[in-house]
């Protein structure tokens, strides 16, 4: 075995840009396929119902391996399993943008998934690594840059490409990136003398458990609010499957002695306080991300390209803050201070978001996000800090995979808990307000006979009793939409708000080079 002394010293940034490279590409992979489904729809001759399956089946895939991406690199070597992930990944995106149809597409994207699954908890845990404990907050800053700008970037990236190409270069764009990935970690990524790869018993049932219970309940965070939750005999049934196989998980893997998945993890505080901010912080970060563009696409009328736009200044900002958080880290701040910070600001801008009109221009809807951005920047990089303040090294890779899997199930179960509060509300405030349209309330009928006036004068081809009332129901659809994005907005905001006090819950950071065991 090659001792830690005898490991090649290479350059802190240039290990930096080998395992962010990946990784930021196939974070914005899942954003970009987003945008492009209408036109694989299209060109696959595929129903709406089956071209949703491209999204889910990766992003099942991707969660299956995300939590096990720390045992995997244990196995096999780190360098071995990025190497293994990253060319996964590259021939996988070719085989997507090749695919002859839609059922070659969803295995293609299976694999896909689980190639890019271990990059992620891959990257963070090699950047901890690399970066001197004091540092922790530039790294976490250089990996929050890429995780949070590309899903960010996805939708603006996705509908150029998607409008201006095809849908299928939005997988081929992966192979130069892919490609040189592969060399940067090549010659820069090298394993620690305490990873080297060995052998160990396979927790065949941890490891069965997770694939099913993660599968399951990925398939129905995504399918969920579209096959009307538990109305639906399948979504009924695959929540309890996967909520006795997560269960049954939990109680195996704290009584198995190599687990795939160490959940005693969470024995450590500041860890499981982390892992609990980060959960829901992500969740309604996610959910407004989905709200924003389907607010400006669906009220606004601003086309996919525009509505993705809407995220970008705040991405910009967030890209800026980063880095500063991480240099107040690195110059003694405390990260429970910047994190209630961040907390606040965000807390704040989604307020915002909840008094947007049907008359809000361009800059209304971008300044709350560029706020939000600031926020934002504030927030990952200290969490991140402060939640592996106190473990090992030998456990980063572990730790890590928790923290992403995590993060990502928080997006998920945001976006799925936005979506179908913006639809039920958008349902309660249509009939509150369908029950004013009435031949005996006044205000109505003065705006009824107005309408049909201005018809008359310049559009006689629609003065008439039917559209008219066809246009103020359109009006009214409009007007209980805004109403309910108003109402989930403010939802947010509330949740993000109450998770300010958590950030007492870490532990006092007296000495960063002390770290707990885990046992």
Not at 39 to 65: P, R
Not at 100 to 113: E, H
Not at 404 to 417: D, E, P, W, Y
Request: aromatic share 12%; charged share 10%; net charge positive.
């Amino acid at each position: 075995m090659t001792s830690e002394s005898k490991r090649p010293r290479v350059n802190k940034w240039l290990v930096a840009m080998a395992v962010m490279v990946p990784t930021f590409i196939e974070v914005m992979d899942i954003s970009v396929v987003n945008v492009s489904l209408p036109h694989m729809q299209g060109s696959l001759n595929a129903g709406l119902d089956e071209v949703t399956w491209v999204l889910t089946s990766y992003l099942v895939s991707n969660a299956i391996v995300i939590p096990i991406s720390g045992w995997l690199a244990s196995v096999f070597g780190r360098k071995r399993y990025l190497l293994f992930s990253i060319t996964l990944f590259t021939a996988s995106s070719l085989a997507c943008g090749a695919a002859p149809s839609l059922k070659f597409l969803i295995v293609a994207r299976i694999l896909q998934g689980l190639g890019g699954g271990g990059l992620q908890p891959l990257s963070q845990a090699i950047l901890f690594e690399t970066f001197p404990v004091a540092e922790h907050g530039l790294a976490m800053a250089v990996f929050g840059m890429g995780v949070v700008m590309a899903p960010i970037m996805g939708p603006v990236v996705g509908g150029w490409i998607t409008d201006n190409l095809s849908w299928r270069w939005v997988f081929y764009i992966n192979l130069p990136v892919g490609l040189v990935a592969l060399v940067l970690a090549i010659f820069f990524i090298y394993d620690p003398a305490y990873i080297r790869r060995r052998i160990m018993r396979i927790d065949t049932w941890g490891l069965l458990l997770l694939t099913v219970g993660l599968g399951c309940l990925q398939i129905v965070l995504d399918k969920g609010e579209r096959e009307d939750w538990f109305s639906s005999p399948f979504i009924v049934y695959l929540s309890i499957i996967a909520g006795v196989a997560l269960v049954t998980f939990v109680l195996v893997e704290l009584r198995t002695e190599h687990p795939v998945v160490n959940l005693r993890a969470f024995k450590e505080r500041s860890f499981a306080s982390g892992n609990l901010i980060m959960f829901t912080g992500f969740g309604c970060m996610f959910g407004s991300f989905v709200l924003l563009p389907l607010y400006a696409q669906k009220l606004m009328n601003y086309n996919a390209f525009w509505a993705g736009l809407v995220l970008g200044p705040g991405g910009v900002t967030s890209f800026i803050v980063m880095p500063i958080a991480g240099i107040l880290l690195r110059r003694g701040v405390n990260p429970r201070y910047l994190l209630a910070v961040g907390l606040t600001i965000m807390s704040y801008a989604i307020w915002l978001m909840s008094g947007f009109n049907l008359q809000a221009s361009f800059l209304d809807i971008t300044g709350p996000r560029i706020l939000q951005g600031f926020g934002l920047g504030l927030f990952f990089v200290p969490l991140a800090t402060a939640t592996f303040m106190n473990i090992p090294k030998e456990q980063t890779g572990n730790a890590s995979a928790i923290f992403n899997l995590l993060r990502n199930l928080g997006g998920s179960f945001g976006v799925a808990i936005s979506t179908t509060i913006l639809a039920q509300r958008a349902q309660f405030h249509q009939t509150f307000l369908v029950e004013k349209v009435t031949p005996y309330n006044a205000s109505f009928q003065i705006r009824y006979e107005q309408l049909l006036e201005w018809l008359q004068m310049h559009r006689p081809d629609l003065a008439n009793p039917t559209t008219t009332l066809a246009l103020i129901y359109r009006e009214l659809q409009r007007q209980a939409s805004i109403l309910a994005f108003n109402d989930t907005f403010w939802l947010l905001a509330c949740a993000t708000a109450l998770l300010i006090p958590l950030t007492f819950l870490f532990r006092r950071i007296a000495n960063t080079s002390v770290s707990t065991e885990i046992h």
